[in-house]
């Protein structure tokens, strides 16, 4: 994985990668699909519950709870580490903790996801060049 | 048991646990769906059969226990283990654990609970409630590699249990009069194939009697 990725995903990415093989080549692709798909429905929520003021502490840690549940499965770590430092502030009431370190999530996420896209698609180009190859020497 | 109708494993008399059995089916209930992906392919890579659903009503309504349908529900094949997660908006990992559990039809079926979280109160409980184990989030191939081969053992413990009380029964039959009468009733509850706990203390009341 090296160091493009060193820091936004721990070894819980690299255990999904061992889950693949020739049957199921794209699993990881498809978790991280599936993330990205349910993370953005999260944002939203707690965006849309983060404008109505005064602050629903409860909600928004249930959403953190989810958020920080599947950021984990996927090995999401700098991720992981907003979602639990939102949570503290939801514990602790403190409503510009948490719009702060919201605004941090959200750029850890855009981050995480260019970098994934640009991971898969090197992945998959590397396929085609290793395809490649073969072809031409037949 | 409900259990033994898949299962049917053929116990040599050595005891060998290498025969081929059949696939677990098992029912994984999560309302994430990352981690019901990331389940259900641990699963299958276990070579498990694998039914996902997003949440303690669904896996009630997988079961037929929801009261809609009676005992028919909507699954037509056996479940073996069922894999929940603790935290669910709605029914509770605990919550189906307890109605699992309080069903004669299902409370054979072994209930491995899975949590981000690791609270020992909350452990605890579940154990109690009869769970069979407790997986710490997120789960491993090793974790649920260990769950498979602790269902696979008791179930060929309750299949050997069951053969080697069933030839003390009619050794008995053969060499003694039946000591009172609760052997014959014993001899029919086996045929009942109770729980393997039921099963364990049935045959420490045969060795009593001998």
């Known amino acids: ?138 | 048991m409900a259990v033994g109708e898949v299962m049917r494993m053929e116990i040599p008399a050595s005891g060998d646990l290498s025969v081929t059995s059949p696939e677990l089916h098992v029912l994984a209930v999560d309302d994430s769906i990352v981690d019901r992906k990331v389940i259900e392919r641990l699963l299958r890579i276990s070579a498990c059969k694998v039914t996902t659903v997003e949440s303690g009503t669904r896996a009630l309504q997988y079961l037929g226990l929801d009261g809609d349908k009676g005992a028919s529900g909507l699954n037509d094949l056996k479940v073996n283990l069922i894999v929940t997660d603790y935290s669910m908006p709605g029914l509770t990992g605990y919550d189906l654990l307890k109605k699992i559990k309080e069903s004669s039809a299902f409370r054979e079926i072994p209930v491995v609970i899975m949590s981000s979280e690791n609270i020992l109160p909350r452990i605890e409980q579940c154990l109690k409630e009869g769970a069979e184990d407790f997986l710490l989030k997120p789960v491993k191939l090793a974790d649920v590699k260990r769950i498979k081969e602790l269902i696979m053992r008791n179930e060929a413990e309750d299949c050997k249990t069951i053969s080697h009380s069933n030839k003390r029964k009619l050794a008995e039959g053969i060499d003694t009069p039946s000591p009172s009468s609760s052997s014959s009733h014993d001899y029919s509850s086996v045929k009942d194939f109770p729980s393997s706990k039921r099963m364990k203390s049935e045959s420490e009341n045969l060795s009593s009697l001998l």
């Open chain 1, 1 to 138: 994985m090296g160091k493009f990725m060193q820091g936004y995903l721990d070894e819980q990415f690299m255990e999904l990668e061992e889950l693949q093989d020739d049957a199921n080549p794209n699993f990881v692709e498809e978790v991280a699909a599936s993330y990205f798909k349910d993370s953005a429905r999260l944002i939203n929520n707690i965006d849309q519950a983060l404008r109505r003021g005064p602050l629903d502490f409860n909600r928004l840690d249930s959403y953190m709870h989810q958020f920080k549940g599947s950021s984990t499965s996927i090995g999401a770590s700098k991720v992981k580490t907003e979602c639990t430092m939102f949570r503290e502030y939801c514990r602790a009431g403190n409503a510009e903790g948490c719009l702060r370190t919201f605004q941090e999530l959200k750029k850890e996420h855009a981050t995480l996801r260019k970098k994934l896209e640009h991971y898969f698609q090197v992945q998959a180009s590397d396929q085609l060049c290793v395809i490649n190859q073969l072809q031409n020497m037949c």
